[in-house]
């Protein structure tokens, strides 16, 4: 498995998160391209390089940043999003906490293509201690005047799921609940009090200074021709040695697993893994065995690439169990605003618990089934149609263990 | 009667100048109140509504949203214990049993708190706590109460 370290290439060096190490090690030499590039040329790299955000949706970056007008008569904002509270997500802590001055940089060209004077980090209530040591960062870059042109400020969240959905984390930035916004009728860039914004998470942003350095090209060596470069993905449940590794995208998950996390804990068998999140649909092992870390090979397989953050399932675990348990998450987090899904998740947990109790009967894994069937496609954001597929990805999959609690 | 100190008074005139519009003050403030205080309570809200000029009933929808706003005092040391899927399968069960009867603390089970590479993990005073076991969570719990 080739070593590709684009994003983590300081995470090991010792006192990284410090402005002086940093540049020691090749920190904020991007910023010198930019004197060549116009901000068009920037978002026009970013294209051609074919980075997808990574915050779990996947789409291009490049589009998503051609969507900010050009020549706007109002501010334009960018937006970092660090809200990461998917389950078997934790990737973007070890940028902020590891190499922050990497992030802040590649804050600082996105900046300069879309014109935006002021970036806010918006970052969960509960990553605290991560943010005190960006917050030190952002001020070591103010003190060597690398904000002259643009502010950077960090927003603090307050424990809520739903706020990592792109238009919850704006309505949350603007002092309100994070309930999610309807989607525009064609594609169009984010508003933050009515002013253009683009929502990146934190990896995709991480991943600019690498690209504008050295060019789409060099980026494009690493991954698939649809899903380019690398991605930090990442291990945890039931694995010898969980963590963060960064790969290029297109090997084999298993190999993956193997050659990094160092296999199944106490060399149990592989029953499942939830390849990117707890919100993409579980794989068998024989699933496994097939995929490669890709968005296309993972969407092909009903499933998807997500966050990259694999949870890793032994022989030993019941699934029905862990559904259980990914159910009670849901309703907890569900933000409220859409009946479906405020109601769906609560009802799809009362029924798993129903079963785990013994007292269900065949009809509750079909009504299950249709309550999860009522959840897809009727809400305002894909919060519920995410709970849908997983719940009929675990029965579908896992009917027998199902059946066996009847 | 409720007051912002002088160094939040500060911090508070410095953000208004970092954002288009004073509402997105609310979350900060709510902040600094919880800092303060120590939970958030109602006539502060009154305070902080006149400050920046949002009504004190859209304060408190948003106070009541967020699972790390207190709106009532903590009178016992709050330890928020993960029970989501990876620290679940790597044993948060038993550190939850564990502490269930420990009558010193509040224990809430929260969801994924961002750790499952380092599960099972707890939070308390906004400092993580990895890797636990139970006889690392009785000596923490020793130092902290």
């Not at chain 1, 006192?15 to 978002?43: F, I, M, R």
């Not at chain 1, 919850?168 to 994070?178: I, W, Y």
């Not at chain 1, 690493?222 to 690398?230: I, K, R």
């Not at chain 2, 949203?65 to 009178?75: A, K, N, S, V, W």
């Amino acid at each position: 498995m080739r070593d590709c370290r684009l994003v983590s290439q300081k995470f090991e060096i010792e006192n990284s998160y410090t402005l002086e190490v940093a540049k020691a090690h090749g920190g904020y030499k991007s910023l010198e391209k930019l004197d060549q590039l116009s901000p068009k040329q920037c978002v026009e790299i970013i294209k051609e390089s074919g980075l997808r955000g990574k915050g779990g949706g996947g789409a291009s970056a490049g589009d998503k940043w051609s969507l900010m007008p050009q020549d706007s008569t109002k501010p334009s904002f960018l937006v970092v999003n660090c809200d990461e509270s998917e389950p078997g997500t934790f990737k973007d802590r070890q940028i902020i906490s590891k190499d922050p001055h990497l992030l802040i940089e590649g804050i600082l060209l996105t900046s300069y293509a879309i014109q935006a004077k002021h970036a806010y980090i918006y970052i969960r209530g509960e990553y605290k201690q991560f943010q005190d040591i960006l917050q030190n960062a952002i001020d070591e870059a103010y003190d060597a005047g690398l904000l002259q042109n643009c502010d950077i400020t960090i927003h603090r969240g307050a424990g809520a799921y739903i706020c990592g959905e792109k238009s919850a984390l704006l309505e949350s930035m603007e002092g309100k609940r994070g309930h999610p916004r309807l989607k525009p009728k064609q594609k169009e860039c984010e508003w933050y009090f009515g002013n253009p914004t683009l929502v990146n998470n934190v990896e995709t942003i991480a991943s600019v200074p690498y690209i504008i350095e050295n060019g789409a090209q060099a980026y494009r060596r690493f991954g698939t021709d649809e899903s380019p470069g690398t991605m930090l993905f990442a291990m945890s449940g039931h694995i010898e040695k969980p963590g963060v590794y960064e790969s290029e995208f297109g090997v084999s998950m298993l190999e993956y697993i193997h050659h990094f996390g160092g296999g199944i804990k106490n060399g149990k068998k592989l029953k499942a893994v939830i390849p990117g999140g707890a919100s993409t649909d579980v794989l068998t092992a024989d699933e496994v065995a097939k995929a490669t870390l890709d968005y296309e090979t993972l969407r092909n397989m009903g499933s998807a690439l997500g966050t990259g953050g694999m949870i890793v399932m032994d022989e030993d675990v019941s699934m029905v169990e862990a559904l259980k348990n990914l159910l009670e998450f849901y309703h907890e987090e569900s933000c409220g605003q859409c009946t479906p899904c405020r109601e769906g998740t609560g009802w799809s947990d009362k029924l798993v618990e129903k079963l785990l109790r013994k007292e269900a009967t065949k009809d509750d894994i079909n009504k299950l089934l249709e309550v999860a069937d009522t959840m897809n496609g009727k809400t305002i954001c894909v919060f519920a149609p995410a709970v849908s597929t997983v719940i009929q990805s675990f029965v579908k999959k896992f009917r027998d263990e199902f059946e066996m609690k009847l | 009667m409720f007051r912002f100190n002088d160094v939040n008074l500060l911090k508070i005139n410095q953000l208004k100048k970092r954002y288009p519009s004073n509402d997105a003050l609310v979350l900060p403030c709510l902040w600094m109140i919880q800092y303060q205080e120590g939970y958030i309570p109602l006539e502060a809200i009154d305070t902080m509504s006149e400050l920046i000029k949002v009504p004190p009933m859209e304060i408190y929808r948003v106070a009541s949203f967020y699972t790390m706003f207190h709106l009532e005092p903590q009178e016992k040391l709050v330890v928020d214990v993960c029970k989501t899927l990876s620290c679940k399968l790597c044993g948060s069960d038993a550190i939850l049993k564990h502490l269930q009867s420990n009558d010193k603390i509040r224990l809430r089970h929260v969801e994924c708190l961002g750790s499952c590479g380092t599960a099972p993990v707890m939070q308390v005073k906004d400092i993580y706590y990895e890797n636990l076991t139970l006889q690392k969570v009785d000596s923490i719990l020793e130092e902290l109460l």
